[in-house]
């Protein structure tokens, strides 16, 4: 079983950057494909991007698309989140995602998922 730990939240202005970062235990990362989902108090949990399971394909929701990048190092079984130009709205607790599939289904509530325990990303403006 894969066990997910994130790290690197924060409190950053707007404008300003943060890298998270989500190191997998277990041997069987590479057959997850990864992502990143984000969570405000009171609001649905929403899909933010993800990489396919091989990591040579990459996925964004439209307000990310353009200051995010997703990225993986299968050497270290660690998924990163860089985030450029972060914005007020896009404060809220992020987490990490392992689904077992070729790409990661963007539906929180997808059931066959591994999540991360989460971490908080506060913008202020």
């Known amino acids: 079983q894969v066990q997910l730990i994130e790290s690197g939240g924060g409190s950053v202005q707007a404008g300003g950057s943060l890298r998270l970062s989500c190191a997998a235990s277990?041997?069987?990362?590479?057959?997850?494909?990864m992502g990143w989902f984000r969570q405000v108090p009171g609001k649905e949990r929403e899909f933010v991007c993800a990489?396919?399971?091989?990591?040579?394909?990459?996925f964004y929701a439209d307000s990310v698309k353009g200051r995010f990048t997703v990225s993986r190092d299968t050497a270290k079984n660690t998924v990163y989140l860089q985030m450029n130009r972060l914005k007020p709205e896009d404060t809220g607790i992020y987490y990490c995602?392992?689904?077992?599939?070729?790409?990661?289904?963007?539906?929180?509530?997808?059931?066959?998922?591994?999540w991360g325990q989460g971490t908080q990303v506060t913008v202020s403006s």
């Open positions: 995602a392992a689904d077992e599939e070729p790409i990661v289904v963007p539906r929180a509530d997808f059931e066959k998922r591994i």
């Open positions: 277990g041997r069987t990362f590479s057959r997850f494909a």
């Open positions: 990489l396919n399971r091989s990591g040579g394909s990459t």
